[in-house]
């Protein structure tokens, strides 16, 4: 069961989308220090590229061309502001990403996007730090976020506590949380029980289970003891598509855990691959993800102009450039340093709304959806600012 799904794996990771490149408010600022250089917003900005064009695991060479289109396709769309894009290979390791950025910053980058993985982008970072520099990653993971590196992927953080909040709002106070034994599935687990105390829900309990089918049956008769003898309304599953999901949205329902009593909600988007959608045991069940109107504005401008698909994660690239342009083109010598990335109004990216914290994690604006006669349905419409509800 495992299999099914395994070339879906990156993909479900992070998959975003849109195509909207302006500020949403570009005069906010941040109350943070921060480095970075003091430029010329009249010349054309120097931005580097950290892509793993020439690396040796299967799909990098495909990813690292569709982040550079998207980069592309975003200085396109700038008006009013220049920016002058280099691309450097990392070949996909942490040593050559070190030495591509501090290429770039000698070659007068102001600020360098990329890499994609997080010890090639630590190390990156770690190269630039003591030069005034800051680095927009593409990764996900928030261990390497902090100092002058920023994580453009979406947490689990982020999406947890948007599930964990709508939840609490439909009245869902007793959680028993289902997760695999591994670092993603841990670092999920987490990320639910602190935004479910925030809510003010009940962790009713914890289940994990290993990565083999023979273990996820096993878990089976533990997940339906504990939801029955907690009474619990919600089932959070931090499993995805290229895992355990197939099989346990298979299992529960028929070991008596029924949707119809007790609310499937899922960590990863369960939309991903689209086969995803006709499995009997995800219909009803929750999941969050990036404005799917502006998703859609996003791929089809980016098949007419490159005659193919984007990566699910290439859209981050936009996202970069969107955000640096929108702050050079206010005028600010300092719109590169800590301070002008992080002004708490964000940028509009993408999938929608998204800002760089303080602490180099992002947050973004997620809408949260239900399958229905296998289709996705929006259930609780993305947020258009900060400043009001739905985060």
């Known amino acids: 069961m495992f299999a099914v799904f395994a070339s879906a794996r990156k993909a479900a990771i992070a998959c975003l989308a849109a195509a909207s490149a302006l500020v949403l408010a570009a005069c906010d600022t941040a109350t943070i220090g921060g480095g970075g250089p003091s430029i010329d917003t009249s010349r054309p900005v120097p931005v580097a590229l950290l892509v793993p064009r020439s690396s040796a695991q299967p799909g990098d060479a495909v990813l690292a061309q569709s982040l550079e289109n998207a980069a592309r396709l975003a200085v396109s769309d700038l008006r009013g502001v220049q ?44 190269a630039v730090r003591s030069r005034n520099v800051n680095l927009l ?51 999920g687990r987490d990320a639910f029980q602190s935004a479910l105390v925030r809510t003010g829900s009940r962790v009713s309990g914890t289940v994990p289970y290993d990565l ?39 299992l529960l329902p028929e070991a008596g855990v029924s949707p119809d009593s007790v609310q499937y909600i899922g960590l990863t988007r369960w939309d991903i691959p689209p086969q995803t959608l006709e499995l009997p045991g995800v219909q009803g069940g929750w999941f969050a993800l990036p404005d799917p109107a502006k998703a859609a504005q996003f791929q089809a401008r980016y ?56 602490d180099g994690t992002n947050q973004r604006g997620l809408a949260v959806a239900t399958i229905q006669n296998r289709q996705v349905v929006v259930i609780d419409p993305a947020p258009t600012n900060f400043a009001g509800p739905g985060l």
């Open 212 to 250: 083999s089918q023979q273990a996820v049956i096993a878990t089976v008769p533990t997940i339906r003891d504990t939801v029955q003898s907690a009474g619990a309304d919600a089932l959070f599953l931090t499993a995805n598509t290229a895992g355990a999901l197939p099989l346990l949205t298979q």
């Open 303 to 358: 098949q007419a102009s490159f005659g193919d698909q984007p990566h699910p994660i290439g859209g981050l690239a936009y996202d970069g450039i969107a955000a640096i342009g929108a702050l050079v083109g206010a005028g600010n010598a300092d719109a590169l340093t800590g301070a002008a990335l992080t002004q708490a109004a964000g940028f509009q990216g993408v999938g929608g709304i998204f800002r760089l914290l303080p």
């Open 83 to 126: 920016v002058d894009l280099r691309v450097y290979d990392t070949g996909g390791n942490a040593a050559l990403a070190a030495q591509a950025a501090s290429q770039a910053v000698d070659d007068g980058a102001g600020i360098i996007l990329g890499p994609v993985y997080a010890e090639a982008a630590n190390a990156a970072g770690l």
């Open 137 to 187: 990653s593409f990764s996900n993971n928030a261990s390497i976020a902090g100092g002058n590196v920023f994580i453009l992927g979406p947490t689990f953080a982020n999406t947890a506590t948007r599930l964990a909040n709508f939840a609490a709002g439909r009245g869902k106070q007793s959680v028993v949380i289902v997760h695999s034994n591994d670092v993603a599935g841990q670092t």
